[in-house]
Nanobody, 124 residues
């Protein structure tokens, strides 16, 4: 079993930045492709960003392109989501996800493991 542990959420003003971290614990002998999704209460979970197992490919939703970026840490299965120029519409619970695959995955159903979520609130 794999446990994903997110951190870094919080309250930030419009135009500010936050960095979310996600660490995968458990079956760490494999390197996972990882992604971030977000959800507003009452709405479906929305894709944000994803990165390949190797870290050399990443993909972002149009709504965050140019503002969000992903990087992988030196520790296996550690990923960071850097969020800049945050806007009120970025307010949501952000979830980290992982899958044992070699591609970049943008659909929630493609992921096998999920974190508990971390709240991001952008105040205007």
């Amino acid at each position: 079993q794999v446990q994903l542990i997110e951190s870094g959420g919080g309250l930030v003003q419009v135009g500010g930045s936050l960095r979310l971290s996600c660490a995968a614990a458990g079956r760490t002998s494999s390197s996972f492709a990882m992604g971030w999704f977000r959800q507003i209460p009452g709405l479906e979970r929305e894709f944000v960003s994803a990165i390949s197992r190797s870290g050399n490919r990443q993909y972002h939703a149009d709504s965050v392109k140019g503002r969000f970026s992903l990087s992988r840490g030196n520790v296996a299965n550690m990923v960071y989501l850097q969020m800049d120029s945050l806007q009120p519409e970025d307010t949501a619970v952000y979830y980290c996800a992982a899958v044992d695959g070699s591609l970049v995955y943008t659909e929630a159903h493609e992921y096998d493991f999920w974190g508990q979520g971390t709240q991001v609130t952008v105040s205007s």
